[in-house]
């Protein structure tokens, strides 16, 4: 089993930055990929960024390049991403998914593990 804990989060204005990350241990394996997703109120939980295991590949939602980095210390076993210029429409619950399978998985069933949820709320 995995587990995932995250933390960071809270309530900002906009064009201001939060840094959320999300901590794995148990059997994750050395390879597997981290992925961000999010879930606006009353919306459909979205994909936001991934990263491969050795951090030579990320993919981001076009709504968010530019202004959040995904990253990973794999010595600490810990993604983080990196949010910059939030806009209101960033608030949401973000969740930080792991696959053990997929080099750089975007969609949400596959990955295998979710953290617990944390909330990124934006004031206008």
């Known amino acids: 089993q995995v587990q995932l804990v995250q933390s960071g989060g809270g309530l900002v204005q906009a064009g201001g930055s939060l840094r959320l990350s999300c901590a794995a241990s148990?059997?994750?394996?050395?390879?597997?990929?981290m992925g961000w997703f999010r879930q606006p109120p009353g919306k459909e939980r979205e994909f936001v960024a991934a990263i491969s295991y050795n951090s030579g590949s990320a993919a981001y939602a076009d709504s968010v390049k530019g202004r959040f980095t995904i990253s990973r210390d794999n010595a600490m076993n810990t993604g983080y991403l990196q949010m910059n210029s939030l806009k209101p429409e960033d608030t949401a619950v973000y969740y930080c998914?792991?696959?053990?399978?997929?080099?750089?998985?975007?969609?949400?069933?596959?990955?295998?593990?979710w953290g617990q949820g944390t909330q990124v709320t934006v004031s206008s």
């Open positions: 998914g792991v696959d053990t399978i997929r080099f750089l998985p975007t969609t949400g069933p596959d990955y295998d593990y």
């Open positions: 148990g059997r994750t394996g050395k390879r597997y990929a």
